[in-house]
């Protein structure tokens, strides 16, 4: 099976904790995404292993996240990023199952490539918009509509780094998600 043998070459990656990665937490960072076939990323996990790092947190590589995205009741938030429109956002709360993290954020696209989010620790998932953080949300578009639960994902996740430092890589593998009416699984 392509997951396994998937595991078994990040197994051979030199390890990085979670204290020495901070460093490139990228907080504001341009990102680019592909999408892979397993057999594809297999490939490139073998051709990248002595140039990254892989993450390792209690000799654990490979990380189960849950994510909770809200948006308005006619999915703006969604159709501005669909749109390409500049200056979006996106609004989420994070856990990190291992670890039993959770983080709340608001994910701003700004001006095409960059991406700015604001992030707080919360003590448990947010399955609601607290009334205050409309405030924070400061989004022209929004026009004072509610904002609410729309999609949750589970997935698991790989982080590397390159060996300088300078630049980080996730791979999300294993996808899932649900709304009030349906399931969808992405594992293949």
Do not use: W
Not at 23 to 38: A, G, P
Not at 116 to 128: A, F, L
């Amino acid at each position: 099976m392509l997951f396994d043998k998937i595991q078994e070459c990040i197994q051979s990656f030199e390890s990085v904790s979670l204290k020495q990665l901070d460093s490139v937490q990228l907080q504001n960072r341009i990102d680019t995404k592909y999408i892979l076939t397993k057999a594809e990323l297999l490939q490139l996990l073998e051709g990248i292993k002595e140039e990254q790092f892989v993450l390792e947190i209690d000799n654990v590589r490979i990380f189960n996240y849950q994510t909770i995205y809200f948006d308005t009741a006619n999915y703006q938030f969604y159709k501005d990023h669909h749109n390409g429109c500049v200056n979006r956002v996106k609004v989420r709360s994070r856990e990190y199952i291992e670890s039993n993290l959770c983080f709340y954020e608001i994910k701003r696209k700004l001006y095409g490539t960059r991406t700015d989010k604001q992030r707080k620790k919360v003590n448990e998932i947010y399955h609601s918009v607290p009334e205050d953080d409309y405030n924070l949300i400061e989004y022209k578009r929004l026009h004072n509509r509610p904002i609410e639960k729309k999609i949750t994902n589970y997935f698991k996740r790989i982080t590397l780094t390159n060996k300088k430092f300078t630049e980080r890589i996730t791979i999300d593998l294993e996808i899932n998600f649900e709304n009030q009416r349906q399931e969808k699984n992405c594992t293949s």
